[in-house]
């Protein structure tokens, strides 16, 4: 299954976000439900409605904007649950919303298994994340939302989601080090790291958030004592070889194919079958001279 955008408004101002404001500012009017009912049902029956991961049947991303702001959101999560029976769904979100007890409550009750809701976090403190948010208030309430969901959604997959980029990274070992203080019981979600792809507005904000492996991985390394404190994370968009040996079994694939390359340096690679290679736009700004194939 393919991510859906389910709405295209958004109260964040992520200097990351990998859409375009020219996204935000469409008529909201085509992600009603009525025409995300319709748009499910043609696809359902054969036709290729969506864009991304258009060709994977194994899950569904919810995305945006901001999914949990859709006028109808109950509703859309109901019909989505109904007509996809067995299918996760992953709903992706900055928190904020749940940060309401009534809205975190129906919303538990709403997500029916298998359902997963990942939140971004993006700092230890209001200093760090609302910077990056672009919105003051947003830290308070994303990290009362991860509370809720915890305290209220017991059925619920929690992924905790930090995006490495240029304004995040410093502060990378403080937000692990938050993290394992405020929300001890790291069995109770499952934490991802995330390399910042390259598109929309993290594109036209290169300046701020502009980031090499060479600098995401040296943060990761400087955290693993910390990162092994988690029950079960996760590495997604890092190349294999640009990570230390002992947090390579954490990388995963993923992102859809024709969004990466393995140039040629990858030739031979004895990690190539479990290695993303490099993000296509990633490849295109910086290059591949930071890879170093893996030997047997
Ligand atoms: S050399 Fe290429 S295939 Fe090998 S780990 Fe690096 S990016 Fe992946």
């Not at 694939?253 to 024709?258: A, I």
Request: aromatic content about 10%; overall charge positive.
């Amino acid at each position: 299954m393919p991510d859906i955008a389910a709405w295209n408004k958004c109260d964040n101002r992520c200097v990351m976000c990998t859409n375009m404001s020219s996204f935000s500012a469409q008529d909201s009017a085509q992600y009603r439900l009525k025409g995300q009912v319709e748009k499910l049902e043609r696809y359902l029956r054969g036709a290729r409605v969506y864009g991304k991961n258009a060709d994977r049947a194994d899950y569904v991303s919810l995305t945006g904007g901001e999914p949990t702001l859709h006028p109808e959101f109950f509703q859309l999560l109901n019909y989505f649950r109904r007509r996809l029976p067995g299918t996760p769904i992953t709903l992706l979100s900055n928190g904020r919303r749940f940060a309401d007890r009534r809205f975190a409550s129906r919303f538990a009750a709403a997500a029916r298994p298998p359902f997963a809701a990942a939140i971004a976090l993006h700092g230890p403190a209001p200093r760090v994340h609302d910077a990056v948010a672009g919105v003051r208030g947003a830290f308070a309430q994303t990290v009362r939302g991860i509370k809720n969901l915890l305290e209220l959604a017991p059925d619920l997959g929690l992924e905790i989601r930090i995006v490495l980029h240029g304004k995040s990274v410093a502060a990378f070992p403080r937000t692990l080090a938050f993290l394992l203080k405020k929300f001890p019981d790291t069995a109770r979600y499952c934490l991802s790291v995330v390399h910042y792809e390259i598109e929309g507005m993290s594109d036209k904000n290169h300046r701020q958030v502009g980031l090499k492996f060479s600098a995401s991985s040296a943060a990761l390394r400087g955290a693993t004592p910390l990162l092994k404190k988690f029950r079960n994370p996760r590495l997604y968009h890092f190349p294999v070889c640009q990570v230390s040996a002992e947090l390579r079994p954490l990388c995963r694939v993923t992102l859809p194919r024709e969004e990466r390359i393995y140039p040629p340096v990858c030739r031979g690679c004895a990690a190539r079958r479990k290695c993303l290679g490099l993000m296509l736009e990633y490849y295109k700004k910086f290059g591949d001279a930071e890879l170093r194939p893996v030997k047997r």
